[in-house]
């Protein structure tokens, strides 16, 4: 996806958000997210995952601005997912306020589920399988998006028990 703006931090000008892909030591693609603002220009590194053809991470805005990042596999393996982080601006930084995942087991289909995450308030969701929704609790903080990583582990509120 090509760049985006929206002004999150709340200043009257819209930031520029762009996705710079790249390849990893170990062959794997990662992305970093770049954040130019009319003061200093933020690269976020290694933020998402980058794999082959039709699954490249992509940025979107939420309805209410926010950005939302979202990478994926889903064609490589079994073990295929879906983890879209909501960044907004909040205490001076660009956070990542929101974690949204979902995960399916190609040949063991009960093995699926969705979680969504709320990192300002560390209340959310999760369901398993074909299960009801629960209501879940995390202790992950929403922290500034330069420190986040591709290769963080799933939120202990997210993995199926």
Known sequence: TG????????????EVFTLLEWDGFDGDGAADLVIETP???????????????????????????????????????????????????RDGAYRVAGYT???YDTLDLANAGRCDLNLLTGRGVRSVAEGPEQAVTTRLPAIP??????????PDACRAE
């Not at 760049?3 to 819209?14: E, F, H, I, K, V």
């Not at 794999?51 to 994926?72: D, V, Y």
């Not at 998006?145 to 799933?154: F, K, Y």
């Open 101 to 103: 995942y979902s995960w």
């Open 39 to 89: 003061r200093a220009t933020i690269r976020a590194r290694d933020v998402a995952w980058a794999g082959g053809p039709g699954q490249q991470p992509e940025i979107s805005l939420a309805p209410n601005g926010s950005l939302k990042l979202t990478s994926m596999n889903e064609a490589i393996g079994r073990d295929r997912w879906r983890l879209t982080l909501t960044i907004a601006y």
């Open 3 to 14: 760049p985006l703006s929206s002004d999150l931090d709340g200043d009257g000008m819209a």
């Open 145 to 154: 998006i330069t420190e986040w990583q591709d290769a963080m582990p799933v």
